[in-house]
């Protein structure tokens, strides 16, 4: 059973730096396309960035600029997101997805509920 659990959320101040965790259970996840998500307040969630399976190949939204970098730990199940020079704007519940069935590269086909979500972890920027 797939199933994917985030950490690494909760408060950081602006300029700042975060760390989550996506956690895979029921596959593996050095094969797998692992998504990043968020969702901020009032807003429908949207994606983020993207690490296809087999290599450290990973793709970032504009927003991003360059302060986000995902990576992945094999021997853990886990993929990382590295959040730096945090900004409010980055206040928002965070989801990894993978998609079902199980993909190897990235694509920007959208996610819907069939795919596999995590419950998602807040992240919160503010002084």
């Known amino acids: 059973q797939v199933q994917l659990v985030e950490s690494g959320g909760g408060w950081g101040p602006p300029g700042g730096s975060l760390r989550l965790a996506c956690i895979a259970s029921?596959?593996?996840?050095?094969?797998?396309?692992i998504a990043w998500f968020r969702q901020a307040p009032g807003m429908e969630r949207g994606g983020m960035s993207c690490?296809?399976?087999?290599?450290?190949?990973?793709y970032y939204a504009d927003f991003v600029g360059g302060r986000f970098t995902m990576s992945r730990d094999n021997a853990k199940n886990t993929v990382y997101l590295e959040m730096r020079s945090l900004k409010p704007e980055d206040t928002a519940i965070y989801f990894c997805a993978t998609r079902n069935p199980l993909e190897h590269n990235c694509s920007n086909d959208e996610y819907d509920l069939d795919d596999y979500w995590g419950q998602g972890t807040q992240v919160t920027v503010s002084s």
């Open positions: 690490l296809r399976g087999s290599g450290n190949k990973s």
């Open positions: 029921g596959f593996t996840l050095d094969y797998h396309a």
